[in-house]
């Protein structure tokens, strides 16, 4: 079963690598994937060629001019029998008289009076620049495209027409509708009407697009039809909520979109501004009810880069991020791909991104596993195919135990939360040996005892002269260690000549309970346990600086740590931060002594001043 949906994702892959599903109408995106429209250059070619045959019509249709009867043109005869219904001076009565008589028109009539209103007018005139540019009005009239536009005019007009006068009737009215005008043109212009088309439902929707202000949806390509795929939050096409889900796109501004690749729409709709038109066939979809989402945040536990997600809908949307990132996430209406902004960029970045949603990322990230751990296990026959039948044994044991893949970390839900005053978070200093997190443990101990402290341990081992139960140690008995150890009471232990050490909860808890910030230097192993115990730890990563600076500052301890040991303190930081980066709040590089313990104490102060992300489970 994993194996056949692997093979879908790699075919969806090589698929969508060649020609993404959905693309961005007006995000900028590489210029090698637009496709060109050699619109441009054919539309010049054509007028060129109506130039030229104007020219040898010109003496022909001179002789004929006469010919033409004004009166042939209802509306003309319209226009005749009401004088005082004109352009320049028309009457509320005898416009809307007039209006509904050039209305109950047919359209395909009222084009062809139009067109011969036009070849009147053509020969009205003398100038030859002026009949050419009305010979250019006639070839765009003549067109089926045209014919079909003005068909849609006519439908909406007409019932526009029957609605309300056009102009006030009374002074009052005058003023409320000057009004009402100055408030429409402060906001951006988001239309719409619905009518009928060639026998389709038809929707007319007219956006403002800003330069700085991206539309905000995707489209794709089915057959012939371009169908808006997905609305981005933070768009212009979200906030008029006139744009759906599956709507056809038939026109934009009066240029046919159906049979166009996606590339062309995106690169057609770039070099549009200002008011956009769109001729649209609804979505058959039903429509959900709209309801006002909340915002998730949630701390990412992977890098994400979409360039490299051969996966994601539409690359130009894609979010990036890394590892320990916060992402406000407000839209999960697409279950694979969420819609999030990245913490901090809200104001940079007018449109959310996309990034995978938790259970297809946690998918993915099984097969992945999965595909390594049946390499590792080949690379394991092969190796111990020679061996022994008991080492044998023991090996495949082990493989086996590798593939639970139940707690694989995506995504951690998130909220705010600021300390009080009297119950300090505990400051865990995690880091390899020789890192540097036990000196500026003890630098701040020294310098401020009444602030900090440590959780006094527990063991197993006798008591000594000089020490006092509860002060050094914790003195218990084995048998209660190992009851308490196995209750889970204990953030780490271990084993020391015979004796058994541990630090526990409760004692932590007795520090935080006493107004001080108790100070831990952690096992990378022991952060699970702490983040379960409902004690909020702030967790601070100290890592190694480069190996050269790292002989350094160990030579001022006194410490001729060899070549070997260097390399092995940096190579289990790298592996410390792989796995369990996702747990650290913070982290300081040791490059220095003094500039590390005083960013230490920046992030330690600031615990008090401002709140912080922790995750959400922490504050029920």
């Known amino acids: 079963m994993i194996t056949s949906h692997m093979n879908g994702y790699v075919q969806e892959a090589s698929g969508q690598a060649k020609n993404h599903r959905e693309r961005a109408v007006d995000c900028p995106g590489e210029e090698s994937s637009i496709v060109k429209s050699p619109r441009s250059s054919a539309h010049m070619e054509r007028i060129q060629h109506y130039q030229e045959e104007l020219r040898k019509r010109r003496e022909e249709e001179s002789r004929g001019k006469h010919d033409i009867d004004p009166n042939a043109s209802l509306r003309l005869k319209k226009l005749a029998q009401n004088p005082k219904v004109g352009i320049d001076n028309p009457t509320f009565e005898g416009k809307e008289k007039a209006t509904k008589e050039i209305c109950s028109l047919d359209p395909l009539a009222e084009v062809a009076e139009l067109l011969q209103a036009l070849k009147w007018a053509q020969h009205c005139l003398h100038d030859t620049q002026s009949q050419q540019d009305v010979e250019l009005v006639m070839q765009l009239v003549a067109k089926e495209d045209f014919r079909n536009a003005f068909a849609i005019y006519s439908a909406v007009s007409q019932q526009m027409a029957m609605v309300s006068p056009t102009s006030p009737l009374t002074a009052q009215a005058e003023d409320l509708c000057m009004e ?51 609305v981005v939050k933070g768009g212009a096409a979200e906030k008029s909520g006139l744009l759906s889900e599956g709507d056809e796109i038939l026109e934009i501004n009066g240029i046919s979109i159906r049979g166009k690749h996606v590339n062309e729409v995106h690169d057609l709709l770039q070099q549009m501004q200002g008011t956009l038109t769109f001729l649209l066939i609804p979505s058959s979809q039903i429509k959900p009810a709209a309801h006002r989402q909340t915002v998730m945040h949630v701390r990412a536990y992977f890098d994400y880069d979409p360039s490299d997600d051969p996966f994601v809908p539409c690359r130009e949307l894609g979010l990036s991020f890394q590892k320990g990132d916060i992402l406000h996430v407000i839209s999960q209406d697409d279950p694979n791909w969420w819609q999030a902004y990245r913490d901090g960029d809200e104001d940079n970045q007018p449109l959310a991104g996309l990034i995978p949603g938790k259970s297809f990322q946690q998918h993915r990230e099984t097969l992945k596993r999965t595909i390594t751990d049946r390499s590792r296990e080949q690379q394991g026959k092969i190796w111990y195919a020679k061996k022994g039948r008991k080492q044998r044994k023991k090996t495949v044991t082990t493989l086996n135990r590798n593939t639970d893949f139940d707690d694989i970390p995506t995504y951690e839900e998130m909220s705010l939360y600021h300390q009080p005053a009297n119950r300090k978070r505990p400051i865990a200093l995690i880091g390899p040996t ?47 260690f190992e009851t308490d150890l196995a209750a889970g009471k204990f953030i780490e232990s271990g084993e020391f000549g015979k004796n058994l050490y541990g630090t526990s909860t409760d004692s932590v808890r007795h520090v935080v309970n006493s107004g001080r910030i108790c100070l831990l230097c952690l096992h990378t192993r022991s952060l699970q346990i702490l983040r379960t115990s409902n004690l909020k730890p702030y967790v601070i990563f100290i890592a190694p600086p480069s190996q050269e600076r790292l002989r350094t500052l160990l030579a001022t301890e006194g410490k001729t740590p060899k070549p070997e040991d260097l390399k092995e303190i940096i190579e289990k930081a790298r592996e410390m931060e792989h796995d369990f980066g996702h747990f650290f709040d913070a982290t300081i590089v040791n490059m220095d002594p003094d500039p590390a313990f005083y960013e230490l104490r920046r992030l330690i102060d600031k615990l008090d001043t401002e709140p912080q992300w922790v995750p959400t489970s922490w504050l029920c």
């Open 434 to 480: 020789n890192s540097g997190h036990d000196e500026l443990r003890r630098r701040l101990l020294s310098i401020e005892p009444e602030k900090f402290a440590v959780a006094v341990p527990y063991t197993t081992r006798n008591i000594r002269i000089h020490e006092r139960n509860g002060r050094e140690y914790h003195f218990v008995s084995r048998p209660a």
């Open 180 to 230: 009402a005008h100055d408030t429409v043109a402060g906001h951006e212009i988001a239309e719409e009407s619905v009518s009928q088309y060639l026998g389709e439902t038809v929707k007319l929707v007219r956006l403002q697009k800003a330069r700085d202000t991206p539309l905000g949806a995707t489209v794709r390509n089915d057959m012939d039809s371009v169908l808006v795929s997905r």
